[in-house]
């Protein structure tokens, strides 16, 4: 089956892994061209090679970086500003061009509340997504970064919350609070069959495996544990005006009564 091509934008390395690496490595199995803007951490810092092993496991070729500074970490961009604090404007642009450039016909990224954890890197990063997927599609917005493109899915990574009462425990920090979407939002992902090639994109981000952050906790998880906690992704579909989005286009998502819902962990979908 041709699959269309894929541009993710994340906020951190192994964000894109984690919450998105079975669609990635699904989609360049497939032939299709995928690539991974990360907005945080920059050149000659290290977790940009670890980014870079990453990318070559899921097949998204070479970082792409904004090069911001994360919220917490000062030292992800020496120098530079925080993500957090940077100007709306200057930041959409270079998204613009990044999208202008790659021309993606899906756009993944994280969602409005940030993912599970609800950082609030992830939560700027999505906004800055959808403003810059709307703008690159609009011919008098930034011409001088090329003609416009129209994006035709938005997929916003997320957790239903009925499969988030299942896997907090797994996926977050004791006390942390699980940030989801209602159950009927959200559609469900089978990876299991690109789920090695995940494991080990997530796996390349050696800091974090040390520091027993969330890959840390999956390299130390059991094989049916692993299967349970990165086996299934999780997307809203945000729609996107005058592109189309909502028709069935070749090589794109089949008409949405064509797709299965997830419900609670009971059924899975493959056609998303």
Known sequence: MELPDVLGVFAHPDDESLAAGGLLARHAEAGARTAVVTATWAEGTHRVPELARALAELGAGAPRLLGYADAKV???????????????????????????????????????????????????????????VRAAALPDRYPELGGPVRVRRLLLATHPAGAARELAP??????????????????????SPWLERKLAAVFAHRSEVERGALPGRLAAATPADRVRMAGTEWYQLLPLPDTGADRPL?????????????????KVSKTI
């Open 74 to 132: 000062p030292e992800s961009a020496p120098g530079a500003v925080r993500l957090l604090d940077a100007p709306v404007a200057g930041a959409v642009r270079q998204l613009v061009a990044q999208l202008r450039e790659f021309r993606p016909s899906w756009v993944v990224t994280h969602d409005a509340h940030g993912g599970m954890t609800g950082h609030p890197d992830h939560r700027r990063t999505h906004r800055l997504t959808v403003l810059a």
């Open 170 to 191: 797994l996926l977050l920090r004791p006390g942390r609070t699980a940030h989801t979407v209602p159950d009927g939002e959200a559609w469900a992902l089978d990876v």
């Open 250 to 266: 070749s090589g794109d998502l089949p008409p949405s009564e064509d797709l299965t819902r997830h419900c609670r962990g009971a």
